[in-house]
């Protein structure tokens, strides 16, 4: 089965350089959502989209952007890049209403 | 502050041995729970959720958990773990009204021969 798919899988960046993560969901799902894992951290809720409109957002910071495209697939903007932005992201996808959130295998993050 | 809290961050099992892992919750109103768990390296992967009915639910690798409402929990059970099943677990709540998942701190288990 189709998985959720995320581009790319690892990437390195100097401070205060940008970052953009792609995130290409299971076909059909409508919604997308990301996620922050610190190492060692539990994944933190950064921003969902639903048909192409945000539909909830947690602790993103303001230097960061997201988008959901006609596609259905979503990127992360990620400026002014610091050392705590290193991390894994998740993007997960979901059927609107369905609500199992299925996650893709992450983008490893690490700022220099 | 609503939460969810895993009470055990790292347990250490023989094989053959039985798992219970804690997960409560402090949101109000209608919640859906999961547990994932996530092998060394990889993504997430969904084990088990609870929606709505038989509290009991039974999810992948002979995994179940329990809902009970009255305590706020939704605890993670196996009979017999097995070396395969090292991995750090993960509580999640989702609010019915929201999308975002809220996950608990995780907890570390290692099974050994």
């Known amino acids: 089965a189709a998985g959720v798919i995320q581009s790319p899988r690892h990437l390195i960046k100097e401070k205060r350089e940008t970052a953009t993560l792609k995130c290409y969901p299971i076909?059909?799902?409508?919604?997308v959502y990301w996620y922050q894992q610190g190492p060692g951290q539990d994944p933190q809720f950064l921003i969902s989209?639903?048909?192409?409109?945000?539909?909830d957002k947690g602790s993103i910071p303001d230097r960061f952007s997201a988008q959901q495209f006609s596609d259905y697939h979503s990127e992360l903007n990620m400026s002014s890049l610091e050392l705590g932005d290193s991390a894994l992201y998740f993007c997960?996808?979901?059927?609107?209403?369905?609500?199992?959130?299925?996650f893709g295998p992450g983008t490893r993050l690490t700022v220099l | 502050a609503q939460s969810v809290s895993q009470h055990n961050h790292h347990v250490i099992l023989s094989e053959a041995a039985s798992l219970e892992l804690g997960c409560n919750y402090s949101?109000?109103?209608?919640?859906?729970l999961f547990w994932y768990v996530q092998y060394p390296g990889q993504h997430l992967q969904l084990l088990l959720k609870?929606?709505?009915?038989?509290?009991l639910v039974k999810g992948i690798k002979g995994f179940e958990a329990e809902f009970i409402k009255s305590k706020f929990s939704f605890n993670l059970r196996k009979p017999s773990v097995q070396w395969s099943d090292t991995a750090e677990y993960f509580c999640?709540?989702?609010?019915?009204?929201?999308?975002?998942?809220?996950f608990g701190k995780g907890t570390s288990l290692l099974v050994t021969p």
């Open positions: 989209f639903y048909e192409k409109m945000q539909s």
């Open positions: 999640a709540v989702r609010r019915n009204s929201g999308y975002a998942l809220n």
């Open positions: 076909p059909r799902h409508d919604t």
């Open positions: 997960a996808s979901s059927l609107e209403g369905y609500g199992e959130q299925f």
């Open positions: 609870y929606f709505s009915g038989d509290p």
């Open positions: 949101y109000g109103g209608t919640v859906n």
